[in-house]
């Protein structure tokens, strides 16, 4: 039964071990963006993180005043 | 003789391209019949009862809307060879990607579970539980793509596709004038004044009729056929017939509803047409299984979306082309989102109305980001060659853009506040 729990838990570790170097080649493939970075592009980039910061704000407020409401 | 020979070389002709057509054709329909999904059919079910006809001409400004954010997938499918998620990681490099793609699985998986929701809401008007129609379902989307070939599992989903089309029928069974249709419906005009309740649902339209999923479903359908650049005219046509049909069924849905439940407050399609069978067993029974139908449908493309968009970025094999041994990754990774999504559903007391409603939240944070991505790569020379955007159809497509981003962050905002807008 060890002898079993040993197998599937090794397994479980090279699943692991697997994919964090999988995302980690993957990090540095993607590393350099190939798209040209014109002044639209970095614009654009800009816009989205500005908005994504902001949708996050909004949902971090709305979790405060539910948690405050509580 | 001689215009004989010419009538029977110009038949040859037509015939052949609809065959043509035949063989081209998939990913636009698919993908936009899909868009009528359980969601889908809730939306028009509840604007068709609580507007009654007042809002199809809003409904018909959707085809082109639809058309030209779906025709950008098709060529950048078509030219790149690679599908979004993957085209998003190689330009814009792995934060973006990353962002995409996490997203895109979250937002998948929740839609999923409301297509289950959908699926096992319909089957239960019919006295079937719960956990039934959610082993049937797995059942049937594993025999789906286990078959190997891409080729199969499209024209299964065309046949569903044309299931979708039960809601023409059903609404002449419930014999609307016509006159107060054409006079009502084609004239654009907001009814009862332009307030929050309205804004309310023309943004839950707009939000049903643009998914992220979708461009990421089109892109990778479109990369798995095989399509080349030499059969992107027959890919935007394939897109534009499927905007135009899944617009026409959304419309046939908001007759069938305002006909009979205007006024009626509708929570769910399932409750709208468990009510009509009171009305026409016939009618209720048929709208219900179109209702199971659609959920199925978007529960096809959906999880499919998400094993594309994971394999194309880790490297796995993930065509459906390809046998189980050979893409094992893939298939793994659909059946779990498909398996825990529907175990979901089956949980007792399971908070589904929130799920709902954070499908919404969350796709609003995916949308823009997906749309203008989309918008940026067909813009660059280097990746799209010729195949880049025009003057024109940058106009149309940044338009486009900028009022879906507002209008679904608005929809976005209006979930989380509800009393923001009143």
Redesign the interface.
Same mark, same amino acid.
């Given at each position: 039964m060890w002898a079993r729990l040993d197998l599937v838990l090794s397994k479980i570790a090279y699943f692991f071990q697997y994919n964090i170097s999988?995302v980690r080649e993957?990090?540095h493939?993607?590393?350099?963006?190939?798209?040209?970075m014109s002044g639209?592009?970095k614009l654009?980039?800009l816009?989205?993180r500005i908005?994504?910061l902001f949708?996050v704000a909004?949902?971090a407020y709305?979790f405060a005043t539910l948690v405050g409401a509580r | 003789m001689k215009l004989l020979s010419k009538t029977y070389y110009q038949y040859r002709k037509i015939w052949k391209t609809i065959k043509l057509y035949f063989i081209l054709s998939g990913p636009g329909l698919i993908v936009m019949v899909a868009d009528n999904d359980a969601g889908g059919i809730t939306t028009y079910a509840a604007t068709g009862a609580k507007f009654g006809y007042h809002l199809i001409w809003f409904l018909l400004l959707l085809i082109p809307v639809a058309y030209y954010v779906q025709e950008m997938t098709v060529r950048l499918g078509a030219v790149t060879k690679r599908g979004h998620a993957e085209a998003i990681?190689?330009?814009? &490099?792995?934060f973006? &990607?990353w962002?995409s793609l996490l997203d895109l699985i979250l937002v998948n998986w929740l839609t999923l579970i409301t297509e289950f929701i959908g699926m096992t809401a319909a089957f239960h008007i019919f006295g079937v539980p719960p956990y039934i129609t959610v082993i049937l379902v797995c059942l049937l989307m594993g025999i789906m793509v286990l078959n190997g070939r891409y080729w199969t599992w499209e024209k299964i989903a065309l046949l569903f596709c044309a299931l979708n089309l039960v809601y023409i029928p059903a609404a002449f069974m419930v014999h609307p004038s016509i006159p107060t249709i054409l006079q009502e419906g084609l004239i654009p005009h907001f009814p009862g004044g332009f307030n929050s309740t309205l804004f309310f649902f023309l943004m839950a339209n707009i939000g049903t009729t643009i998914a992220p999923w979708m461009l990421f479903f089109q892109q990778s359908a479109v990369v798995d056929k095989g399509m080349k650049e030499k059969d992107i005219p027959w890919g935007k046509f394939d897109t534009l017939v499927g905007a135009i049909l899944t617009i026409i069924v959304a419309i046939f849905i908001v007759i069938v509803v305002g006909t009979t439940l205007k006024g009626v407050e509708i929570d769910s399609a399932a409750q709208a047409f468990s009510a009509l069978r009171l009305y026409n067993e016939h009618l209720g029974t048929m709208l219900a299984i179109g209702l199971f139908n659609a959920g199925l449908l978007g529960a096809i493309c959906i999880s499919l979306a998400s094993s594309w968009a994971f394999g194309e970025?880790? &490297?796995w094999a993930h065509s459906l082309n390809s046998k189980i041994k050979e893409a094992s990754w893939f298939y793994t990774n659909y059946f779990i989102t498909l398996i825990s999504a529907g175990l979901i559903v089956l949980i007792p007391k399971a908070p589904l109305v929130l799920i709902t409603l954070f499908v919404q939240?969350v796709a609003?944070?995916l949308l823009?980001?997906a749309i203008?991505f989309l918008l940026?790569?067909l813009?660059?020379?280097?990746?799209m060659g010729e195949y880049k955007n025009s003057l024109w159809q940058n106009i149309i497509g940044t338009t486009i853009v900028l009022v879906i981003?507002t209008l679904s962050?608005l929809y &976005?905002?209006s979930i989380?506040?509800p009393t923001l807008f009143n």
């Open positions: 999988k993957i990090n493939k993607y590393a350099h963006p190939r798209i040209q639209g592009v654009s980039l816009f989205l908005y994504l949708l909004l949902l709305k | 990681f190689d330009a814009f &490099g792995s973006w &990607g962002f970025v880790f &490297g939240v609003v944070t823009p980001a203008v940026l790569l813009n660059d020379k280097k990746i981003v962050t &976005g905002i989380i506040f």
